[in-house]
């Protein structure tokens, strides 16, 4: 409870409180000038622990607490779809066709300068594949 107690509360945890004092205003537990004072300190709680103060001697109803919001999952991308796969699977074919069909000019011709338009092709498929 120790940690419990430290957790901030928000304006919808003191109206809670404020709305539960009414409550024991009405059925006679406190008196108005009791009322007056524990709303205050209701309203200028910052803590669980200090709301819990206020309704430390008096009986059910408390105000409610809502559990912390649990840390959100991390967002997976998608599984690529098949039209995607396939899509990336053919354009990766041209670009290995592309690059064999330069290498073997580089080749037939005996220029390495020829090699150069392989490099690029080389670099779109790399970003295209990744």
């Excluded at 928000?10 to 108005?32: F, K």
Aim: proline content about 9%; hydrophobic content about 50%.
């Amino acid at each position: 409870m120790g940690r419990d107690a430290d957790i901030r509360v928000g304006t919808t945890d003191r109206e809670r409180a404020v709305a539960a004092l009414s409550d024991h205003l009405a059925e006679g537990r406190i008196d108005i000038g009791e009322y007056e004072t524990r709303c205050a300190a209701a309203t200028a709680a910052r803590t669980r622990g200090d709301l819990r103060a206020v309704f430390a001697d008096l009986p059910a109803p408390h105000p409610r607490f809502d559990p912390p919001a649990p840390s959100p999952e991390p967002v997976r991308p998608a599984p690529p779809t098949v039209k995607q796969r396939n899509t990336s699977l053919v354009i990766g074919g041209f670009l290995v066709a592309g690059i064999g069909l330069i290498v073997a000019v580089a080749a037939v011709t005996n220029s390495w300068w020829a090699l150069a338009p392989a490099l690029v092709v080389a670099a779109v498929l790399v970003m295209v594949v990744s």
